[in-house]
């Protein structure tokens, strides 16, 4: 176990039972061009993480731990995505839509990749998701008994929708949750703010927040 300075209190770090996982780091949401920035969002914020995360990966990949990505994304045939999913909001493009990068958020489509820096390595398990959460309706919470991980280490966008959900589902599993806070990021600094806040209150009701330096550090030492 080592010890790691984290916000509500020190995250107790076990490796052998730990896991990074990485959350949508896909075009869509983060590069110029894609169709997070043709609803209007600025994704320079988005963008910038990348180094942080990269760094992070790095980590875990010279620890020889488990790396595990995830991407929002649903069937070509779009027999996962609910219809109240698909019409929320009335966009002008939506899910499964001709977009800017192909189909949005569609398996195999340019958009729905992960981005180039950060793009999984062999070995590496790849979660699609067509929920925020990536245990719904995936095989992640199978695969990480299966390694007898306990302990799971968040980074990826946005922080509020799918980073968020996800922790609160690995919570309620029993996993203990730590977020690298800036290897996350959303499109509205004060909703990434305030998830922290939540999922930090009341001694770690979710669970804890540190930089990427300390996890990396501990992951080192
Ligand atoms: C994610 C979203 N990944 N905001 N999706 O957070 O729709």
Same mark, same amino acid.
């Given at each position: ?11 107790? @770090? ?11 780091? &896909? ?16 994704? +320079? ?6 180094? %942080? /995360? ?23 045939? @779009? ?12 966009? +002008? ?21 992960? /981005?180039?820096? @950060? ?20 095989? @992640?919470?199978?695969?990480? %008994?299966?390694?007898?991980?306990? &302990? ?5 966008? %946005?922080?509020?929708?799918?980073? &968020? +959900? ?35 209150? &009341? ?19």
């Amino acid at each position: 176990m080592v010890s790691v300075p984290a916000r509500p209190f020190p995250f107790e @770090l076990d490796a052998q039972r730990c896991a990074l996982i990485v959350i949508d780091m &896909q075009r869509d949401f983060v590069e110029r061009g894609g169709f997070g920035e043709s609803l209007g969002n600025d994704v +320079t914020r988005l963008k910038a993480i990348v180094p %942080t /995360v990269a760094a992070l990966i790095a980590g875990f990949r010279e620890a020889g731990l488990l790396v595990i990505h995830t991407r929002e994304c649903h069937r070509p045939d @779009l027999s996962d995505l609910p219809p109240a999913k698909r019409n929320r909001g009335n966009p +002008t493009v939506r899910i499964g839509d001709p977009g800017p990068m192909g189909r949005v958020l569609i398996a195999g489509e340019p958009g729905a990749d992960i /981005v180039p820096e @950060l793009g999984p390595n062999n070995g590496e398990v790849v979660i699609d998701k067509p929920g925020k959460g990536a245990f719904f309706a995936t095989d @992640l919470d199978a695969i990480l %008994t299966r390694r007898g991980i306990a &302990q799971l280490v968040f980074a990826g966008v %946005t922080t509020e929708v799918c980073v &968020q +959900t996800t922790m609160r589902e690995a919570n309620d599993r029993g996993y203990e949750c730590l977020l690298a806070e800036d290897a996350t990021e959303s499109y509205f600094p004060e909703f990434k703010k305030a998830a922290i806040d939540m999922i930090t209150a &009341q001694g770690a009701i979710v669970g804890w927040a540190t930089p990427t330096a300390a996890i990396v550090e501990a992951l080192h030492g």
